[in-house]
């Protein structure tokens, strides 16, 4: 939305200079070929309108109206990928990280069905903290409190 200066607006404005320049160097001002100052004129008028119509469409809000609508667009898209993140969070929070597959990876770590040590660190304490919660429930990371190394994760 700027205003462009067309090819033949530049010769016209470097057209009107020289012989301008011209004009002056020859101590005779009055001569400037009439076709230039005509071209010259038509090149304001242009421009002119083109603010005219800069006013109107400000009046009549129509570049706002499409502003507003990108803008709606772009929210949109935003909250749908938000949306989509916040259910694909939930889906996969146990993916590979419940308490059996940690089990498979560190049999060491378990006598039997109990949990005895962090397989880092050997520290026998464990803490939850809530990762947060969405329509697969509240999800919880159960993490070494010794050394604070994620251990399993569960839903609530
Ligand atoms: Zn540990």
Known sequence: MCLRIRPWEWYVSGGVAVTGLLELWLRDFNDVPFFWVILFWLSVLRIYIYGLGQLWRMLTGKDMQKAGKEHDELVNSFHAKIKNDIEMFGRNFLK?????????????????????ACHECGGRS????????????IHNQHICR?????????NL
């Open 96 to 116: 590979d990280k419940t308490i059996d597959d940690y089990k498979k990876s560190h049999p060491e770590s378990f006598k039997g069905r109990r949990f005895i």
């Open 126 to 137: 464990v803490w939850v903290k809530q990762m947060g919660s969405t329509r697969y429930g």
């Open 146 to 154: 010794t050394c604070g190394v994620a251990l399993w994760r569960s």
